[in-house]
C-alpha cells in the first residue's frame, strides 16, 4: 500500500497549522528564544509530538533538533541556524555528501542541512533548500549571508510540488519534514522527478512501526508534531517502490514515541 493523500479543506488547514508553528519557531529564533525554550513548548514544531508522551524538555531536546548534530558541526554554523533546527536526524551526515554535487533539502527550515550541504560538495557544488514559510527562508538567507556561503539558494514551495526543473540535483535530503506532507506520495514522486539518474536520496524521517494503525499514531502526538502524520516502514517502502527507486532501506536509529522512531531513509533513481 503506497501513501495516502487528501486534498481539500484539511489539506488546506493542516499546512496551514504547519506553516503558523515553523512561522513561530523562526520568530522566536530571530527574538533570540534558546531552542531549549521551544522544545520545552508542547506546540512547537516536532518537538510537540514528544511532549504529548510525557517526555521532559531534555528528553525532548535528545530526540528532536540540535542535539543530533555533531559539536564541530553545530560550531561551524551560525547561531541561529543550530537554534531553529528542529528535525529529528542529521541527513547530511548519512546522505555521502561528495565534491560537486548538486544538493535540495526538502523542508530547509532556518538552513542548518543546507549550509552544511555546502560545505560538503564545496565551490564546485551547490545547495538548494524548499520551505514553504516565509519567516524561515528569511531566517535562512539571513544565516547564509552571516556564514558567507555563497554555493546555496534558497526557494519558497512545498515540498509536494518543487520549483525546480527535472533531473536538476544528484542528492535530495530531508529532516523531519516529510511526515507533516498529507500527499506524501506526491512528495516521494517530486523527489524522484528532481533527482538525475543515478539520483539518490537520504534523509531523515519519523516512521512508525508497522503494527501501528493511523488511530495509534494519534494517540502518541499530533501531525504537526511529527507524530501522527508519520508513515510506517512498509509504507515508506512501497511508497518510494511506486515512485520509481530501488534499493530503498529505512533504518531505525532512535525512538522519539512508543514504538515510533527516527529513521535513516535511503534510496537511489535508477541510472
Not at 554535487?101 to 523542508?107: I, M, Y
Not at 549550509?115 to 544565516?143: C, H, I, P, Q, W
Not at 498529507?182 to 519519523?206: H, T, Y
Request: proline content about 3%; glycine content about 10%; hydrophobic content about 40%.
Amino acid at each position: 500500500m503506497t501513501p495516502s493523500s487528501s486534498t481539500g479543506p484539511l489539506s488546506n488547514d493542516l499546512r496551514d497549522q504547519v506553516r503558523e508553528r515553523y512561522a513561530r519557531a523562526a520568530q522566536e529564533v530571530q527574538a533570540g528564544v534558546k531552542n531549549q525554550n521551544l522544545l520545552a513548548d508542547e506546540e512547537s514544531c516536532c518537538s510537540s509530538g514528544a511532549a504529548t508522551t510525557g517526555l521532559s524538555a531534555h528528553e525532548a531536546s535528545t530526540r528532536f533538533g540540535a542535539a543530533l548534530y555533531d559539536s564541530d558541526s553545530a560550531q561551524s554554523l551560525p547561531v541561529q541556524a543550530v537554534a531553529a533546527s528542529l528535525g529529528c536526524g542529521n541527513p547530511t551526515a548519512v546522505a555521502e555528501l561528495r565534491a560537486g554535487e548538486r544538493v535540495l533539502d526538502l523542508g530547509s527550515g532556518g538552513g542548518i542541512d543546507v549550509l552544511l550541504s555546502a560545505k560538503r560538495v564545496g565551490e564546485t557544488g551547490f545547495a538548494y533548500g524548499v520551505d514553504m514559510t516565509d519567516e524561515m527562508l528569511e531566517l535562512a538567507r539571513a544565516n547564509a549571508a552571516e556564514a558567507g556561503t555563497t554555493n546555496v539558494q534558497f526557494l519558497k514551495g512545498t515540498i509536494e510540488d518543487v520549483p525546480l526543473p527535472d533531473a536538476a540535483v544528484d542528492v535530495v535530503i530531508s529532516n523531519c519534514v516529510i511526515n507533516l506532507s498529507d500527499n506524501k506520495q506526491q512528495v516521494l514522486d517530486e523527489m524522484f522527478r528532481v533527482l538525475a539518474p543515478g539520483g539518490r536520496i537520504g534523509i531523515s524521517d519519523v516512521v512508525a512501526e508497522d503494527h501501528l494503525t493511523a488511530a495509534d499514531r494519534a494517540e502518541r502526538g499530533t501531525h504537526v508534531g511529527c507524530i501522527a502524520g508519520a508513515l510506517s516502514e512498509a509504507e515508506y517502502l512501497d511508497g518510494l517502490a511506486s515512485a520509481g527507486f530501488e534499493d530503498a532501506s529505512v533504518q531505525f536509529t532512535h525512538a522519539v514515541a512508543d514504538q515510533m522512531h527516527s529513521a535513516i531513509i535511503r534510496a537511489v533513481k535508477p541510472a
